[in-house]
């Protein structure tokens, strides 16, 4: 998915509203491939090891926490190697900021939004009887976390009663720091207004 992301952004410009906001779709498809894919294929490894752990927390051998906590550390190195992987295929090719700081910005929102992602995978396994079970549960969920997301409408949008399901949305975390930090102006600038010529994703994002 990198390399299609790639070639598709491949020497795009960002010199208009409508580029922007081509930008805004690369994060957003960005987080939302990352997050299927971390969270649904540990859905099945967790429910082949669900005997095991049954027969060794009957012996005494660890409590819940250090299994879960376990479960989710042997993760970070193949989540830190995945995300490495997608940055460099992806942020140059993509065209960017080449700002230091704003690369490891980038690379950060992405490694723990992919963290989180496998974590809540792990969960869901972990509450649910079977992988189809926790399958379901996660289509159901993924669609709210794409709705609130932060891509099509803002928090003001929202009624009141549904704005809950806006502060518990993690994707919304990740895409608006990872549009942040990467559109952000060091001078407080914006590039011009809403009928300048110049535009930037930060001033469409919090308009």
Same mark, same amino acid.
């Given at each position: 998915?990198?390399?299609?992301?790639?070639?598709?952004?491949?020497?795009?410009? /960002?010199?208009?509203?409508?580029?922007?906001?081509?930008?805004?779709?690369?994060?957003?498809?960005?987080?939302?491939?990352?997050?299927?894919?971390?969270?649904?294929?540990?859905?099945?490894?967790?429910? =082949?090891?669900?005997?095991?752990?049954?027969?060794?927390?009957?012996?005494?051998?660890?409590?819940?926490?250090?299994?879960? $906590?376990?479960?989710?550390?042997?993760?970070?190195?193949?989540?830190?190697? /995945?995300?490495? $992987?997608?940055?460099?295929?992806?942020?140059?090719?993509?065209?960017?900021?080449?700002?230091?700081?704003?690369?490891?910005?980038?690379?950060?929102?992405?490694?723990?939004?992919?963290?989180?992602?496998?974590?809540?995978? /792990?969960? $869901?396994?972990?509450?649910?009887?079977?992988? =189809?079970?926790? =399958?379901?549960?996660?289509?159901? $969920?993924?669609?709210?976390?794409?709705?609130?997301?932060?891509?099509?409408?803002?928090?003001?949008?929202?009624? /009141?009663?549904?704005?809950?399901?806006?502060?518990?949305?993690?994707?919304?975390?990740?895409?608006?720091?990872?549009?942040?930090?990467?559109?952000?102006?060091?001078?407080?600038?914006?590039?011009?207004?809403?009928?300048?010529?110049?535009?930037?994703?930060?001033?469409?994002?919090?308009?």
């Amino acid at each position: 998915m990198a390399f299609v992301l790639a070639s598709v952004y491949y020497r795009q410009r /960002q010199e208009n509203v409508s580029d922007l906001v081509g930008y805004l779709g690369l994060v957003f498809i960005m987080l939302t491939f990352t997050a299927c894919v971390n969270s649904t294929t540990v859905l099945e490894l967790v429910h =082949q090891e669900r005997p095991s752990f049954n027969r060794e927390r009957f012996a005494g051998s660890y409590s819940v926490g250090a299994y879960a $906590l376990a479960c989710l550390l042997v993760e970070i190195p193949y989540v830190l190697v /995945q995300s490495f $992987l997608f940055l460099d295929i992806l942020y140059f090719f993509a065209h960017f900021s080449r700002d230091g700081w704003r690369v490891s910005w980038f690379w950060a929102f992405l490694f723990l939004y992919m963290l989180f992602a496998t974590a809540f995978g /792990q969960a $869901l396994a972990a509450l649910t009887p079977s992988t =189809q079970t926790a =399958q379901t549960f996660y289509n159901t $969920l993924a669609p709210i976390f794409s709705i609130m997301s932060g891509m099509t409408f803002m928090p003001s949008d929202i009624p /009141q009663g549904w704005l809950v399901l806006w502060v518990l949305c993690p994707l919304n975390k990740a895409f608006e720091g990872v549009v942040m930090t990467q559109w952000w102006e060091d001078e407080g600038g914006g590039g011009g207004g809403h009928g300048g010529e110049e535009a930037t994703i930060c001033l469409l994002y919090t308009s």
